[in-house]
T-cell receptor, first 110, second 115 residues
Framework: DAKTTQPTSMDCAEGRAANLPCNHS???????VYWYRQIHSQGPQYIIH???NNETNEMASLIITEDRKSSTLILPHATLRDTAVYYC???????????FGEGTQLTVNP | GAVVSQHPSWVICKSGTSVKIECRSL??????MFWYRQFPKQSLMLMAT?????????EQGVEKDKFLINHASLTLSTLTVTSAHPEDSSFYIC???????????FGEGSRLTVL
């Protein structure tokens, strides 16, 4: 699986959009970009995934660059409950073993 | 949505004892389950992959005789930490892959503290 690079930490004001970047410059054509988050002392929670096109669901939007070498997870209106570690993972299939990097600690401030 | 349940959610044991952690898929059949370990302020580290009815595949550096994994049914996998020591204290998380949809779901984790 391709390696990903994420900032160690980010801060965001409550109610504002949180934009979390991820670099995956070695991604191959059949690899998906997945985003999970982990709230303290809980199991990871699936957020969204995509291959080439931008994706949106009730939780977030995923913007993938045209060359697919980077992506951005957007939480449109961050709340205090969105404080968590966000993991960007690149993998070939939806049910594959997932290799977690260090992720980004997002702190949403009141 | 699909649910993966782990039990116990937390356990405290004495050094030298063995501890079993269960991972159940509640509303789907899981052909494959994954076990992760997470130390404080660190990321999840994959320990092993288990397929129903066959032996688990362990990641490099994970002792298979120390961490016994059994996946005897399509809804249950167990991780047994044998002769636990304080350095085995960690957060253990399982994930299960649906055999029908291929989706992956995570449990809530089990926190093991070895005294």
């Amino acid at each position: 699986d391709a390696k990903t690079t994420q900032p160690t930490s980010m801060d965001c004001a409550e109610g504002r959009a949180a934009n979390l970047p991820c670099n995956h410059s070695t991604i191959s054509g059949n690899e998906y970009v997945y985003w999970y988050r982990q709230i303290h002392s809980q199991g990871p929670q699936y957020i969204i995934h995509g291959l080439k096109n931008n994706e949106t669901n009730e939780m977030a939007s995923l913007i993938i660059t045209e060359d697919r070498k980077s992506s951005t997870l957007i939480l449109p209106h961050a709340t205090l409950r969105d404080t968590a570690v966000y993991y960007c993972i690149v993998t070939q299939t939806s049910g594959s073993r997932l290799t977690f990097g260090e992720g980004t600690q997002l702190t949403v401030n009141p | 949505g699909a649910v993966v349940s782990q039990h116990p959610s937390w356990v405290i044991c004495k050094s030298g004892t063995s501890v079993k952690i269960e991972c159940r898929s509640l509303d789907f059949q899981a052909t494959t389950m994954f076990w992760y370990r997470q130390f404080p302020k660190q990321s999840l580290m994959l320990m092993a992959t288990s397929n129903e009815g066959s032996k688990a595949t362990y990641e490099q550096g994970v002792e298979k005789d120390k961490f016994l994994i059994n996946h005897a049914s399509l809804t249950l996998s167990t991780l047994t930490v044998t002769s636990a020591h304080p350095e085995d204290s960690s957060f253990y998380i399982c994930s299960a892959r649906s055999g029908s949809t291929g989706e992956l779901f995570f449990g809530e984790g089990s926190r093991l503290t070895v005294l």
